[in-house]
């Protein structure tokens, strides 16, 4: 079973989102038998790739006077959910970020990256904007940070990959992010409860279940419907 994340490293709600994802897919009885691919979405894919700002000019900016008061509140329900949440951290373009995680994909290392760069990027307020530092963080996710250098010198590499995404989400009806597609059937939006994800996951297997005993049934002539022979 394939469950599809579309989500941006800078976004709030992917970042607790994913620990309640993580949570409830780490209940579940058949995690084994899960793949979890994360989708590139950048929040602001024209972000120009040279500046970068603390995050609270940039929400004081977009949302007047309460916008650094809307991250407190956001700070408040992560750490709820027992994760670190730095209201001082920076903000920039994720275009970088977003190829690399393509790359860590075909190295077999996608989530571990993933992970590390919502902790620097919340939990420790670390920048993820340089292709240094990207480099670095790939590093701490135990790939090759040279190889990675390599990656983000090329403007191009994995780049139709992170656009495929984001038509691809559009195409799903995704308005924002984090959107979850669960075995390509049904979708979920948002930093949804603990038991939305579990709900989820079991109606997705359940529904894999269905398809399968119905997979390869036939109706005879004589009026005999019946289901795949099973061994």
């Known amino acids: 079973m394939r469950i599809e994340i579309w989500s941006d490293v800078v976004c709030p709600w ?34 120009d790739g040279t500046h970068v700002e603390p995050v609270q000019v940039f929400l004081q900016r977009r949302f007047g006077e309460q916008g650094p008061a809307m991250d407190e509140q956001v700070a408040s329900r992560a750490r709820r959910e027992g994760l670190d949440y730095r209201t001082d951290r920076q903000v920039g373009s994720t275009l970088d ?26 939990a420790k307020a670390e920048t993820i904007f340089t292709q240094q530092a990207l480099a670095d963080l790939a590093g701490s996710a135990g790939l090759d940070p040279e190889q990675a250098r390599g990656v983000l010198a090329n403007p191009d590499a994995y780049l139709d990959a992170v656009r495929q995404d ?23 939006s948002g930093a949804q409860p ?19 005993l119905e997979e390869g049934a036939v109706c005879t002539p004589d009026g005999t419907c019946a289901g795949p022979a099973r061994p």
């Open 97 to 122: 970020a977003h190829r690399l995680l393509h790359w860590a994909k075909a190295q077999g290392r996608q989530q571990q990256l993933m992970s590390v760069l919502f902790e620097a990027n919340f």
């Open 166 to 188: 984001e038509r691809a989400a559009a195409a799903s009806g995704a308005q924002g992010v984090p959107f979850f597609v669960f075995d390509g059937h049904e979708a979920l």
């Open 14 to 47: 992917c970042y607790i989102a994913e620990a309640r994802f993580t949570k409830a897919l780490a209940e579940f009885p058949h995690r084994d038998q899960v793949e979890v691919v994360h989708r590139s979405f950048e929040l602001d894919p024209g972000h």
């Open 194 to 212: 603990l038991s939305a994800f579990r709900n989820a996951l079991n109606a997705a297997w359940q529904k894999r279940v269905v398809d399968d």
